[in-house]
């Protein structure tokens, strides 16, 4: 079992890519450095979470959802959250099961977080593979515009570089955001990002699938 068990969240990644955006992501694996791979080695995939520190303290934690009023119709799924020890996908985001609260509380802002990566990258952190991705469980809310002004950051750090990442996953809760890294017109704001809505039904069927 890796440190804190981030498994759990790099199967989660996966099965939204290949739900989401179909079989070209349905043979990835999951290995290390990065997270996520095609066996031709086309693609790879680093997984990793942005959490503002911040909002650590406003994290519920298991302990505390003894004195809550559970409503009948989500019994079913804090159950599941006790059981499992996760809860990401699961009430809205609300709950944080106690196997992924270290994940969490260990994040880095976007900002520090994205710069992070690409150093890494760069560097050749990560192996050689015909195309990069960075994949972002963000725990926070991102509106449209802190999307844009994201991948102009991502895409000002590597402009230089020859290693880079060509397509940036930001995942919300109840949103995939798929960012084209290669098409980024910082003068204009025109940029090529798609996003996809992820329903709750969605959420709980990758919730199971990834446990």
């Known amino acids: 079992m890796r440190k804190f068990d981030t498994c759990f969240f790099e199967r989660y990644a996966q099965i939204t890519l290949e739900t989401i955006l179909g ?3 349905s043979d990835l694996v999951n290995e290390d450095r990065p997270d996520l791979q095609k066996p031709d080695r086309s693609l790879g995939i680093e997984v990793t979470r942005a959490m503002e520190p911040r909002k650590e303290a406003a994290l519920t934690m298991l302990k505390e959802m003894a004195g809550l009023q559970i409503q009948d119709k989500d019994r079913e799924e804090v159950a599941q959250i006790l059981r499992s020890g996760y809860g990401y996908g699961l009430q809205d985001g609300k709950y944080v099961g106690h196997l992924e609260y270290e994940y969490w509380s260990l994040a880095q802002p976007l900002r520090r977080i994205i710069e992070s990566k690409v150093g890494k990258v760069a560097s050749g952190f990560y192996g050689e593979f015909d195309e990069f991705g960075l994949y972002i469980f963000c725990k926070d809310d991102l509106t449209e515009d802190e999307v844009i ?11 230089h570089l020859d290693v880079k990442y060509s397509i940036m996953y930001l995942s ?11 098409d980024v ?19 709980k069927e990758f919730f199971l699938k990834a446990l």
Do not use: F, N
């Open 23 to 25: 079989d070209a992501y």
């Open 149 to 159: 002004l994201t991948m102009e950051y991502t895409s000002e750090l590597q402009r």
């Open 172 to 182: 919300l809760i109840d949103k995939l955001y798929v960012c084209d890294l290669t």
């Open 185 to 203: 017109d910082r003068t204009d704001h025109k940029t090529t990002c798609t996003s996809y809505d992820i329903s709750r039904r969605m959420c």
